[in-house]
């Protein structure tokens, strides 16, 4: 139980924290996931054809697990400032739980992912997307984006621990996504040039 109240402490001033600069709070949870729906949906959304679905549907639950997933960058970049200022080595020396001081980080930015995810929901629904199931199963697929969110996080927790710099554990955080995007445009672009290759004229003959 001392653990648990050392979490919820440190997590509380995280929060406090954040709450203190309103730019985070104004491009995090609020700015960042429109732009991601309206950017997806609108500039991109002409790229994929999905059939049997509208596109909105295809894409807001993707985008609710990579924006849940960028969250764990904050984190890694938050832990490595405060290793390298010396606030963290401030903690360790207080008599409480060492593992408290990193949870508390990572409880605090779940609660502000979750807040982007709902944000995200919001916009989605304005522009079309609607839950295809019962409430439960609606609440149950947002709990289990910001699931994947709060592990990812533990994963940057890690590399803000082992790397100490904000960079490799931005890039080695974001690589994957960033490959898993580039795959997939490029996808879209191949099957896009196939298609207008045997529909042109010239392959027609």
Not at 20 to 43: C, D, G, H, N, S
Not at 67 to 88: K, P, V, Y
Not at 130 to 147: K, S, Y
Not at 184 to 189: G, I, L, M, P, V
Request: hydrophobic content about 55%.
């Amino acid at each position: 139980m001392t653990t648990l109240f050392d979490v919820y402490l440190m997590a509380g001033r995280n929060v406090r924290k954040a709450l203190r600069t309103p730019q985070f709070i104004l491009v995090e949870v609020l700015i960042q996931p429109v732009i991601f729906v309206l950017l997806f949906a609108f500039v991109f959304g002409g790229a994929i054809h999905v059939p049997g679905v509208s596109y909105i549907d295809f894409l807001l639950p993707g985008v609710l697990v990579q924006t849940a997933t960028f969250g764990g960058l904050n984190t890694a970049i938050a832990l490595t400032e405060d290793l390298r200022n010396g606030l963290m080595d401030r903690f360790w020396s207080l008599p409480m739980s060492r593992f408290s001081v990193v949870a508390g980080r990572i409880v605090a930015d779940t609660l502000f992912s979750a807040a982007g995810v709902g944000v995200m929901v919001a916009v989605g629904m304005l522009i079309g997307f609607r839950f295809h199931g019962t409430v439960p199963q609606a609440l149950a697929a947002i709990a289990l984006a910001i699931a994947t969110g709060f592990a990812f996080a533990w994963v940057a927790a890690l590399l803000a621990v082992v790397f100490k710099l904000p960079k490799p554990c931005k890039a080695s955080a974001s690589s994957p996504c960033s490959r898993w995007c580039s795959r997939a445009r490029h996808s879209c672009q191949l099957r896009r040039c196939l298609h207008g290759c045997r529909s042109s004229p010239a392959t027609a003959r």
